[in-house]
């Protein structure tokens, strides 16, 4: 009983002292309930922005993802895949195998904008030929496979529902403007981006969501399921089984029998440092405990003891926590 008390004792002082905190924060140890997972990238302009929007398809993304990876988003309102090319580079400098799981690359909203005379000045500016915005889409995943993220998803531009659009317009410029204006996106337009995502998902050897085709199966997507037209509305999930399917990944991080297990094993680590007070029981200890998910922090804490014990230097002990 005054074994096991003591053990106790040592344990939650081990856990919350200052000294394990500060190394904590040095970087020199980590906190074992911390789980470092990998990441989903995100990679678009406003629909991708707004994607952590209440009921955004990146929230959904994250929520479904939230015990395997981290949802990244990098979204830039009002960018075509010519403006794309001005931060690709940065977007995916710090990406590797380790840490990306998988990106989505969604443009072309911007690109298919209607072009002069058929759209409006501010459309003309966004548009991008149908053959120039295909080369971009083909030199971001290029940048993107040289960073090492080989599960890419190619998503489609949703479709244009252009009653949305006029009534967008009149609300930003009114009646009288608006009514003798083009509009500045057509469905029409915007499907034949659409076909290029494919064709370039297809010569990459890459997953792709038609969005375009998947939303318009929806008798009412035009009202129900785009507020302005072409961003979303709360009732929209796209691209989450799309992710699932390209991510194909398991759940990380301890389930509640893991964790018990791990708070079982560091008591009885303590205790038995305690009644035979020699670190060859540690490390044996450390050996037993070594199961899959299950990090413990034995070689660590046996220095620990051993300073508390004898004086000895924290930094001659013969082992130590490698993160």
Not at 89 to 107: K, Q, Y
Not at 133 to 143: E, G, H, P, T
Not at 223 to 252: M, P
Request: glycine fraction near 6%; proline fraction near 5%; hydrophobic fraction near 45%.
């Amino acid at each position: 009983s005054l074994s096991l008390s003591l053990s106790l004792s040592l344990f939650f002082f081990l856990n919350f002292s200052p000294y394990i905190r500060a190394r904590a924060r040095e970087g020199r140890i980590g906190m074992s309930w911390i789980v470092r997972k990998p990441r989903i990238l995100l990679f678009g302009d406003s629909l991708t922005a707004r994607g952590f929007e209440p009921g955004g398809w990146a929230a959904s993304l994250a929520n479904t993802y939230s015990r395997k990876a981290d949802v990244v988003v990098r979204g830039f309102g009002g960018y075509n895949t010519t403006l794309a090319q001005y931060v690709v580079e940065e977007v995916f400098s710090g990406c590797t195998p380790d840490n990306t799981l998988a990106a989505v690359i969604w443009f072309g909203a911007n690109d298919a904008a209607c072009p002069m005379p058929l759209g409006t000045p501010h459309s003309s500016r966004q548009h991008t030929p149908v053959a120039e915005y295909s080369a971009n889409l083909q030199r971001i995943v290029s940048v993107a496979r040289a960073r090492g993220v080989s599960r890419i998803l190619l998503v489609t531009p949703p479709p244009v529902h252009e009653p949305g659009r006029k009534a967008h317009q009149r609300t930003r410029m009114g009646d009288a403007v608006a009514e003798g204006m083009n509009l500045d996106r057509t469905n029409e337009h915007t499907r034949q981006y659409a076909e290029a995502v494919r064709r370039v998902a297809e010569d990459e050897g890459l997953a792709v969501a038609d969005v375009w085709t998947e939303l318009q199966a929806d008798a009412r997507w035009g009202e129900c399921l785009l507020s302005d037209g072409l961003h979303f509305t709360e009732d929209v999930r796209v691209c989450v089984d799309d992710v699932d399917a390209v991510a194909c990944v398991e759940a990380c991080g301890p389930c509640c029998m893991q964790v018990c297990l791990w708070v079982m094993l560091r008591v009885c680590l303590f205790v038995w440092v305690l009644l035979c007070g020699c670190v060859d029981a540690v490390n044996a200890s450390v050996m037993l405990c070594q199961q899959p998910r299950v990090r413990v922090r034995a070689c660590m804490h046996a220095c620990l003891w051993r300073r508390a014990a004898s004086s000895a230097c924290l930094d001659q002990a013969p082992c130590g926590y490698m993160p």
